[in-house]
Structures are given as structure tokens and as C-alpha cells.
């Protein structure tokens, strides 16, 4: 445990940041990236990447729906349902890359304060059940938004073309 004062606060004032433990964050990453719950675990409440996180989550929640109102064939939907897909895959490849770093790493990192080979950087099931899991799912998402994109891209350009021959 360390105490560190933090820019911004009351002179003298002291907060105490309990260990990150590398489990937990890349089980945030997979299941709430999309909302920034891991960025607010590692970096705190002040991180501005975990507040913007999630905006394409909700562009593309708005393209889902569009699609469900309006059909397949609606544009603004096929432009925004990947916002969706690109930031759930996004995560999953962080909660990954947070599975897979060494103890010694993520302690350096995330968790100074503690020796190198500390609890809170090792690797245990739950971890690389989160990195299968982030894996298995996130290359899903991934493939299937970039499918969807050009299918309705291409899709969109020959109906233009069939408009402009007619």
C-alpha cells in the first residue's frame, strides 16, 4: 500500500490506491470496456479515455436500433452499428494484452508500490479463461463488424450504379 498525493487536491491531503489486480481488469476490459470500467479501475475516475469510451458504444447501441426500425437497407446504421463492434473488439484485445503481460510488468505499471512478483500481476485461471474468452469473442465481433461494413459498403455502390445506369 502507498500513499500519494494527488495534483489538484487539498495541500496535505493523502489518498491510499489499493493493489490493480491483472485478473480483474482484464475481466473489466472484456465485459465493461466498452463502457471504460477497466480505465476507470487502472487510472481512476479522472481518466478522460474512459469517459469517451462510451460514446462509439452508443453511436453503435443507436445503429442496432436504427437497423431494427428501419431495416437493413437504412445507411445511418450500417455507418454506425461498427462503432459497436470496433469498440467491443478494441477491449477485448486490451483485456488480452492485460491477460498475457508478465507479473513483472503489470506490478511495474499498474501497481509500483509492490515488489515485482506480487499477488495482484500473476496469472491464474480466471485470467486466461478472460483471455480465451476476450479471444474467442472479440476476433468474433471484429470479423463480423468489417464483414458487415463492406457488405453494405459494396452492397450501397451497386445500387448507385444500378440508379446511374437506369
Given at each position: 500500500m502507498t500513499i500519494d498525493t494527488?495534483?489538484?487536491?487539498?495541500?496535505?491531503a493523502v489518498t491510499v490506491r489499493s493493489p490493480r489486480s491483472k485478473t480483474l481488469a482484464a475481466w473489466l476490459a472484456f465485459v465493461g470496456g466498452p463502457l471504460g470500467l477497466h480505465r476507470f479501475y487502472l487510472h481512476g475516475l479522472g481518466d478522460m479515455l474512459g469517459?469517451?469510451?462510451p460514446i462509439p458504444t452508443a453511436l453503435g447501441l443507436y445503429g442496432v436500433e436504427r437497423a431494427r426500425m428501419y431495416g437493413l437497407d437504412d445507411g445511418w446504421?450500417?455507418?454506425?452499428?461498427?462503432f459497436l463492434g470496433f469498440t467491443i473488439a478494441g477491449c477485448a484485445l486490451m483485456?488480452?494484452?492485460?491477460?498475457?503481460?508478465?507479473?513483472?510488468?503489470w506490478n511495474a505499471k499498474h501497481n509500483p508500490q509492490?515488489?515485482?512478483?506480487a499477488a495482484p500481476g500473476t496469472t491464474n485461471w480466471f485470467t486466461i479463461?478472460?483471455?480465451?474468452?476476450?479471444?474467442?469473442?472479440?476476433a468474433t465481433v471484429l470479423m463480423s463488424s468489417i464483414v458487415f461494413s463492406f457488405q453494405r459498403y459494396f452492397e450501397h455502390q451497386?445500387?448507385?450504379?444500378?440508379?446511374?445506369s437506369q
Open positions: 494527488q495534483a489538484g487536491t487539498v495541500p496535505g469517459w469517451l469510451l446504421s450500417w455507418v454506425l452499428i461498427p483485456a488480452i494484452i492485460y491477460g498475457l503481460m508478465t507479473p513483472e510488468r509492490l515488489a515485482p512478483d479463461g478472460a483471455v480465451v474468452l476476450a479471444l474467442l469473442i472479440g451497386i445500387e448507385e450504379g444500378r440508379r446511374i
